[in-house]
Nanobody, 115 residues
């Protein structure tokens, strides 16, 4: 069974930085893509950033230039470097991995940015 485990969330002041990580385990199959979503209270879950197995990336407009997604394919791990954090970045952040036609999700890690 595929398991996704996130870490690295926490409380930070506006303008600060955090790095999230997410490791996938329980599979010997190739992971096609990995990504990060977030969900703030009362809002829908939204895509933050994604990265393919070939290293192509995409970002939500709201985080471009501030967040960087990268992955270690050998470790089945994806990272999200978040700089210049804003209070509106406060949310529960979820990672996912796409294997074939299936998508697997982590349990989420809370990021809180104080003003």
């Amino acid at each position: 069974q595929v398991r996704m485990v996130e870490s690295g969330g926490g409380l930070v002041q506006a303008g600060g930085s955090l790095r999230l990580s997410c490791a996938a385990s329980g599979t010997s199959l190739d992971i096609n893509a990995m990504g990060w979503y977030r969900q703030a209270p009362g809002k829908q879950r939204e895509m933050v950033a994604g990265i393919t197995s070939g290293g192509n990336t995409n970002y939500a407009d709201s985080v471009k230039g501030r967040f960087t997604i990268f992955r270690d394919v050998s470790k089945n791990t994806v990272y999200l470097q978040m700089n210049s954090l804003k209070p509106e970045d406060t949310a529960n952040y979820y990672c996912n991995a796409t294997i074939g036609s299936l998508r697997f999700w982590g349990q989420g890690t809370q990021v809180t940015v104080s003003s």
